[in-house]
């Protein structure tokens, strides 16, 4: 007879904070400094690559850039390097509990450091993380202020069929037209499920493969601008 068992341990969760120069030491006079980006990388990067979108949208406000916390080898430019993953199809459902977990955190610390003043915040995803940000934003509303979707899928076990889960958070997402993992069809269908999951979608089709379009930065910017605006 064959028993299967679980040890849980803890393990670590990497990230970078960057701080505005002209942040205020004391928070209440800092009124620009009302929310942040949170910054997640696609399948076999890292959180230098999630703070380099941050900064590529604006560093004129906080930014937390994630790293996610399954290592795997992967071989670029003639040798070995570390790649890191959110989420695998082995106990997937701990991997989005650990995730939720791991955003909660962050935005908790920065409230307590005074880094901002409010809890909702930014989302920024490319390629695997972005089905795991909007996972993240329907079970905790309360933590986001939009999502910036590059790339990536809608939740696979989302359809039409059921009650709204975004409600009204607002959604960007960047659709890069000759993408090699996602194709254009698929994700026109992943527009046609946000589109029932909020009233809120601006959708952008850019040229390009699958990486963040350089030309769709100061199109991020301005829809920032746009809801910050409303708040």
């Not at 390097?81 to 955190?105: A, C, R």
Request: hydrophobic share 35%.
């Amino acid at each position: 007879m064959t028993e299967t068992f679980k040890f849980k341990q803890a393990i670590s969760y990497h990230y970078d904070v960057y701080k505005p120069d002209n942040l205020a030491d004391d928070l209440a006079k800092a009124d620009a400094f009302s929310t942040l980006i949170i910054c997640q990388h696609g399948y076999g990067q890292n959180k230098a690559m999630a703070m380099r979108f941050g900064k590529n949208i604006r560093t004129d406000w906080p930014l937390i850039a994630q790293q996610g916390p399954h290592k795997h080898h992967k071989f670029k430019d003639g040798k070995f390097d570390t790649g890191f993953s959110w989420v695998s199809g082995f106990d997937s459902q701990e991997d989005i509990e650990n995730h939720h977990s791991f955003i909660i955190h962050c935005v908790d610390e920065a409230l307590e450091k005074a880094l901002v003043k409010e809890k909702k915040v930014y989302l920024f995803g490319f390629s695997q993380s972005v089905s795991l940000l909007f996972r993240f934003a329907a079970k905790h509303p309360s933590y986001v202020a939009g999502v910036i979707a590059v790339a990536g899928a809608a939740p696979t076990d989302w359809t039409e069929d059921e009650d709204s889960r975004l409600a009204t958070i607002p959604v960007l997402y960047v659709c890069p037209i000759e993408d090699q993992s996602y194709s254009y069809e698929r994700m026109v269908h992943f527009k046609s499920v946000l589109n029932h999951h909020t009233d809120k979608l601006e959708w952008l089709e850019l040229p390009g493969g699958h990486r963040v379009p350089s030309k769709s930065y100061p199109f991020i910017k301005e829809w920032l601008d746009k809801q910050a605006s409303k708040s």
